[in-house]
């Protein structure tokens, strides 16, 4: 072959090779550049920049940073429970047969008025069961007359906390503890005084044949657990119903004998239930005990709670938050927008609109779904409270090598 020939030859070789590596590298690499599609723009200072489709895609939501006047607060576990003398059962006075109308029978939410009658007992006394209603109308004679005598003691002990109190002797808790032991007191002698009445009652009206004395109400209340049907047989053991009354309940708190000291002038707490997350209770301060429980050190304490529209049920949990100083102007921000990063916490704040920032910052105590933050944030400044994840994993996606980096490597 001329050299000509060859020399035409070789570049014909060449251009070929050329235009197949061209190709190649052009499958390899999607249009638009090498990954632009899968990924948000990251700045050098981790800011994430996002489209305004990306941010609606991903529902991502904000709110600003407030200042709010705060109280400093312990937060502590409480359980709802009927008021002293705001709870009672209800029992028959003898055995016998239950006799009422069962369209007519309270059940479980009836709303019932003291000295209600709820059913009837029919009974045929015996002379011997005669003589038995004596000793235990002589028995409720000499419980009403002892309760009768408490009341007494607890009323001259009150009037002397009263006259110490007014002197400056004694704190303010201790004379609400007097006139808390009063009302209990008093609460008592009613127990024994309706028992008295309704056993003369039932005497009173006593003859050989068969008889049938009423039930009734001890308390105004609604029904709150019920197991009575008509035409069964009952004994004075047999517990028929309970009744409480709904609108005021209590909320006892076990709380540690070392935060007595930061309560002593609380009049009140705040507080919340898993049944309404969203809602704040209030409750004012009944009385602080007197006896530390010897297996975990805590004292209970008890707040007292209107109950207007029967949200509060017995037996719930009441999650407080009691203060003990006064208010100082916070931080707060809600504590969804809250990341933890190795052991730190940590928001996103929207800077401008779809720029989003890392920012650390330093917490302090919460206040139902908002937190304060004492460090790291400012008034007004918008932080992320939905889609923080996904904004953290477009961050993680950023450190991931795209496929064409792998290969300069």
């Not at 009768?148 to 808790?173: C, F, M």
């Not at 008592?188 to 006593?206: D, F, N, V």
């Not at 517990?239 to 009049?267: F, Y």
Request: net charge neutral; proline share 5%; glycine share 8%.
């Amino acid at each position: 072959m001329r050299k000509p020939e060859l020399t035409a030859a070789m570049l014909i070789f060449l251009l070929s090779c050329m235009s197949t590596a061209c190709r190649k590298e052009t499958e390899r690499e999607p249009k638009g550049g090498p990954n632009t599609q899968s990924r948000s723009a990251v700045d050098s200072d981790g800011s994430i920049h996002l489209s305004s489709e990306h941010v609606q895609a991903n529902g991502l939501q904000t709110e600003d940073a407030v200042m709010q006047n705060l109280a400093p607060t312990i937060a502590a576990l409480g359980r709802v429970v009927a008021r002293a003398g705001g709870e009672a059962q209800v029992f028959s006075p003898f055995a016998g047969r239950l006799v009422a109308d069962p369209t007519r029978l309270p059940h479980i939410g009836s709303a019932v008025t003291k000295g209600q009658v709820l059913a009837e007992v029919e009974q045929f006394v015996t002379a011997s069961e005669q003589v038995q209603f004596a000793a235990t109308e002589a028995q409720l004679q000499s419980a009403f007359q002892q309760a009768q005598q408490e009341v007494q003691l607890r009323q001259t002990e009150l009037n002397r906390s009263r006259q110490l109190y007014e002197g400056g002797a004694i704190p303010l808790k201790q004379l609400e503890a007097a006139e808390f032991e009063s009302k209990q007191t008093e609460a008592r002698l009613e127990g024994a005084r309706h028992a008295k009445a309704q056993y003369e009652a039932i005497l009173s009206e006593q003859n050989s044949g068969p008889r049938r004395v009423p039930i009734r109400a001890p308390i105004a209340g609604t029904v709150v657990a019920a197991d009575l049907t008509a035409g069964q047989q009952i004994d004075s053991t047999h517990s028929l119903m309970t009744i409480v009354d709904l609108n005021s309940l209590w909320v006892e708190v076990a709380l540690h004998e070392s935060n007595l000291s930061l309560i002593r002038r609380t009049k009140s707490l705040e507080f919340t239930t898993p049944a309404s997350p969203g809602r704040t209770y209030m409750a004012k301060l009944i009385t602080i005990g007197n006896l530390v429980d010897p297996a975990n050190r805590t004292i209970t304490v008890i707040f007292e709670a209107t109950n207007p529209d029967g949200s509060l049920k017995i037996g719930m949990t009441a999650e407080t938050r009691i203060p003990t100083g006064p208010s100082t102007r916070v931080l707060l921000t809600p504590a969804s927008a809250l990341l933890s990063i190795e052991g730190r916490s940590a928001v996103y704040v929207e800077t401008e609109v779809g720029v989003y920032q890392l920012r650390s910052i330093i917490t302090g105590q919460r206040n139902g779904g908002k937190i304060v933050v004492t460090q790291g944030l400012k008034e007004g400044e918008k932080v992320v409270t939905v889609g923080a994840g996904t904004l953290r994993s477009e961050a993680l996606k950023s450190q991931i090598p795209t496929e064409a980096e792998v290969e300069k490597r």
